[in-house]
């Protein structure tokens, strides 16, 4: 149901800004490191992964999308006894309705720029050893848009998200879950700053999710904290390239109690080790066109 549901989604988001833009930034993407985490898994595990991300403005407000290939080392294994990585595709979509834009009343005030309505969804896809993911998520909630050098976005978003995992462990496939309909803060941000006279930006996002209730083995779930924050520094100049063609940087990601899993100091009966929270160092770079 919830795939359908998407598809509905996407399909009226579309229909509202399928416009000329005024306003976009695609780009490529790379990353890596080699201290990701899974839960009941490695803490250990390398991970190169090729991104494209677009966004955009229209008449009625802003577009952002994601799709990221993850692939994983041994540490991470495709199936049980494989040697090979674990494959994953995520992807993400967001549409922000700007109200002022929409009704022609504004609403800035104080630190407040705007106020927006923010609907989307996430859908993954993963081939791994122990829960083969196959997420699907909808998203909608308010948006504050405050007013600070380039952008800060605070979203309270509600999530309806279910899954269909399969462990080639036991060969056992579970039919598609829900989970309780449950709340999340999000914030995402682009700030650009100077460190003397090299221009740097500071990127990322924040999400603050609440528990979703039962999972579908019946364990509980727990409260996900999940920041990712990268430092950038446009280089395009040294391969003369237009301004913001060419950036490379420093990411880290912090990850606590991931995809809801509750991190524990072992891995047993239902408990997750502790995979379930990442540390991650990256190195990342970006190619805007």
């Not at 879950?177 to 803060?185: G, L, N």
């Not at 991931?258 to 891995?267: D, E, L, M, R, S």
């Amino acid at each position: 149901m919830h795939h359908k549901l998407a598809l509905i989604v996407f399909a009226a988001i579309a229909a509202t800004s399928a416009q000329a833009a005024d306003w976009s930034d695609t780009s490529l993407s790379f990353r890596h490191g080699s201290k990701y985490a899974e839960p009941f898994g490695s803490t250990e595990i390398t991970k190169n992964i090729y991104g494209l991300t677009h966004a955009s403005g229209y008449k009625y407000g802003s577009n952002f999308f994601n799709v990221d290939l993850l692939l994983s080392n041994k540490n991470d294994p495709s199936s049980a006894g494989s040697t090979d990585g674990a494959r994953e595709v995520y992807v993400v979509y967001r549409n922000t309705l700007d109200l002022e834009k929409v009704t022609g009343k504004s609403f800035k005030s104080g630190v407040v720029r705007g106020l927006g309505v923010t609907a989307g969804f996430d859908f993954n896809t993963k081939t791994d050893a122990g829960y083969n993911s196959k997420k699907e998520m909808l998203v909608v909630g308010p948006t504050l848009m405050l007013d600070v050098p380039g952008f800060l976005n605070v979203s309270l978003l509600a999530l309806a998200e279910s899954n269909a995992p399969y462990s080639t462990f036991t060969s056992t496939a579970t039919p598609r879950y829900s989970y309780d309909t449950h709340p999340m803060i999000g914030l995402s941000w682009g700030i650009p700053f100077s460190v003397a006279s090299v221009t740097l930006s500071f990127e990322g996002f924040a999400n603050f999710i609440a528990a979703k209730g039962k999972n579908e083995f019946g364990g509980d779930t727990a409260a996900e904290t999940n920041i990712d924050m990268q430092v950038m520094y446009d280089m395009s100049a040294a391969v003369n390239a237009s301004k913001n063609t060419l950036k490379v940087g420093v990411e880290y990601q912090y990850w606590k109690n991931k995809f809801g899993n509750p991190t524990t100091a072992a891995i047993g009966a239902g408990q997750a080790g502790p995979g379930a929270t990442a540390k991650t160092p990256m190195l990342r770079a970006e190619y805007h066109f």
